[in-house]
């Protein structure tokens, strides 16, 4: 069976690689000309997206490419001290098994991994997508395919193709990553300024040459196109002024910046994902909300789970969508649910909550890791939500 992929980022790659494993004949297209090298923020991956990655092989790659953030230091408008916190601590509390890593090197070890086996085009995007499955393209010729998948993100063409205007919500928030200089984020921690209704902070890792800087702050919708970067760096420069003179530092980069990205915290709330021959995937079908629903870990399952169930209805497309849907809708649910949770945790909207933050994650980040495991396991916040997904196994399973 021919199958084509819109997006070349995370999900696509990892849902190409199982699809080429099981005998499928797979495509890529990226609108990008070339594999994105944006300067993407770091992502977590927890256990049942670990074990997915260990399972492709590339484990090790992975591996060689962490962050290595593993201690954070916060300072809180109008405190002089900073608050220390071992980040090592709060990850095992969260998951048994997680890695930290820039999304640009998790996404190049993915597409390493299936570029041998796989049609990638690049630089071209789908027009059309036909009940028969003709796919008119912005600039190759139409070519017949018997799925089309979308894995190509929270602002999906293939989404907008297939199912038109689809439900979201706004969380509240918007977030904005910003390259700067090495000298603004010390190697293995994660400088933080925080005040009430607003985030910012800045880190590297030993492998790279910049660094990055990260924002976070609460607001009502705003005004501006999203193609509109001076309106939306002005935005920014509004919410963050007078925070603390190293955010100013980093603001002031901004200009000078190789790469920009800003937007809305946005959670897509379709609870089907699938239309006759065509289906989404990752953040196309389910993004939670950027960085703060495990959105990369989601679609990292998703993929697998796509490719499994297609497998195991011996492809038959209609069958295969429903049973994936099946699988991953109540572990999307609660990435929604804990996407709200994380948004208001992390971006405190009164001063107690500012200070509920500092002092309970360093109270939690000084626990014996055993211990602070055994509370995340009590809470009902679904704080160890990933890891309760249970990875099936397809790998007894070919295509006909």
Same mark, same amino acid.
């Given at each position: 069976?021919?199958?084509?992929?819109?997006?070349?980022?995370?999900?696509? *790659?990892?849902?190409?690689?199982?699809?080429?494993?099981?005998?499928?004949?797979?495509?890529?297209?990226?609108?990008?000309?070339?594999?994105?090298?944006?300067? $993407?923020?770091?992502?977590?991956?927890?256990?049942?997206?670990?074990?997915?990655?260990?399972?492709?092989?590339?484990?090790?790659?992975?591996?060689?490419?962490?962050?290595?953030?593993?201690?954070?230091?916060?300072?809180?408008?109008?405190?002089?001290?900073?608050?220390?916190?071992?980040?090592?601590?709060?990850?095992?509390?969260?998951?048994?098994?997680?890695?930290?890593?820039?999304?640009?090197?998790?996404?190049?070890?993915?597409?390493?991994?299936?570029?041998?086996?796989?049609?990638?085009?690049?630089?071209?995007?789908?027009? $059309?997508?036909?009940?028969?499955?003709?796919?008119?393209?912005?600039?190759?010729?139409?070519?017949?395919?018997?799925?089309?998948?979308?894995?190509? $993100?929270?602002?999906?063409?293939?989404?907008?193709?297939?199912?038109?205007?689809?439900?979201?919500?706004?969380?509240?928030?918007?977030?904005?990553?910003?390259?700067?200089?090495?000298?603004?984020?010390?190697? $293995? &921690?994660?400088?933080?300024?925080?005040?009430?209704?607003?985030?910012?902070?800045?880190?590297?890792?030993?492998?790279?040459?910049?660094?990055? +800087?990260?924002?976070?702050?609460?607001?009502?919708?705003?005004?501006?196109?999203?193609?509109?970067?001076?309106?939306?760096?002005?935005?920014?420069?509004?919410?963050?002024?007078?925070?603390? *003179?190293?955010?100013?530092?980093?603001?002031?980069?901004?200009?000078?910046?190789? +790469?920009?990205?800003?937007?809305?915290?946005?959670?897509?709330?379709?609870?089907?994902?699938?239309?006759?021959?065509?289906?989404?995937?990752?953040?196309?079908?389910?993004? *939670?909300?950027?960085?703060?629903?495990?959105?990369?870990?989601?679609?990292?399952?998703?993929?697998?789970?796509?490719?499994? &169930?297609?497998?195991?209805?011996?492809?038959?497309?209609?069958?295969?969508?429903? +049973?994936?849907?099946?699988?991953?809708?109540?572990?999307?649910?609660?990435?929604?649910?804990?996407?709200?949770?994380? +948004?208001?945790?992390?971006?405190?909207?009164?001063?107690?909550?500012?200070?509920?933050?500092?002092?309970?994650?360093?109270?939690?980040?000084?626990?014996? *890791?055993?211990?602070?495991?055994?509370?995340?396991?009590?809470?009902?916040?679904?704080?160890?939500?990933?890891?309760?997904?249970?990875?099936?196994?397809?790998?007894?399973?070919?295509?006909?």
């Amino acid at each position: 069976m021919k199958v084509l992929v819109s997006g070349a980022s995370i999900a696509g *790659p990892v849902l190409a690689y199982w699809l080429v494993r099981y005998g499928f004949d797979v495509t890529v297209v990226e609108r990008s000309p070339v594999l994105r090298k944006t300067g $993407g923020h770091a992502i977590d991956l927890f256990r049942p997206a670990m074990d997915i990655t260990e399972k492709m092989g590339v484990l090790p790659e992975v591996e060689k490419r962490i962050t290595g953030t593993d201690r954070l230091r916060l300072y809180r408008r109008g405190v002089v001290k900073p608050v220390k916190i071992n980040l090592g601590n709060i990850y095992q509390a969260a998951s048994d098994r997680h890695v930290e890593i820039m999304r640009d090197d998790l996404s190049e070890i993915y597409y390493d991994a299936t570029v041998k086996d796989v049609e990638y085009i690049f630089g071209d995007s789908i027009t $059309g997508i036909s009940d028969d499955g003709k796919v008119i393209f912005e600039n190759s010729a139409p070519r017949t395919f018997d799925i089309v998948v979308g894995a190509d $993100g929270l602002h999906s063409n293939v989404r907008k193709l297939t199912f038109g205007q689809t439900a979201s919500e706004f969380i509240g928030a918007y977030l904005a990553v910003v390259t700067v200089p090495k000298e603004f984020g010390p190697d $293995g &921690e994660f400088m933080n300024y925080l005040d009430v209704g607003r985030m910012a902070g800045a880190y590297s890792a030993t492998h790279m040459d910049d660094a990055r +800087a990260i924002f976070l702050f609460r607001s009502e919708p705003l005004d501006y196109h999203y193609r509109d970067v001076p309106r939306q760096q002005e935005l920014l420069k509004q919410a963050f002024q007078g925070l603390h *003179p190293e955010v100013n530092r980093l603001l002031a980069q901004i200009e000078h910046s190789p +790469a920009f990205y800003f937007d809305s915290i946005t959670q897509l709330k379709q609870d089907t994902w699938s239309r006759g021959r065509v289906t989404l995937v990752g953040d196309a079908g389910y993004c *939670p909300g950027p960085a703060v629903g495990g959105s990369t870990s989601l679609a990292v399952v998703g993929a697998y789970v796509l490719a499994g &169930e297609l497998v195991a209805a011996g492809g038959d497309y209609e069958r295969g969508f429903a +049973a994936y849907e099946r699988e991953m809708i109540e572990y999307v649910r609660n990435s929604r649910k804990l996407a709200h949770l994380a +948004a208001k945790t992390l971006i405190p909207a009164t001063p107690f909550g500012l200070w509920a933050l500092a002092n309970v994650s360093r109270v939690i980040s000084a626990l014996p *890791p055993s211990i602070s495991r055994a509370l995340a396991k009590l809470s009902k916040s679904g704080t160890r939500m990933h890891d309760t997904f249970v990875v099936k196994n397809y790998d007894h399973l070919r295509t006909a």
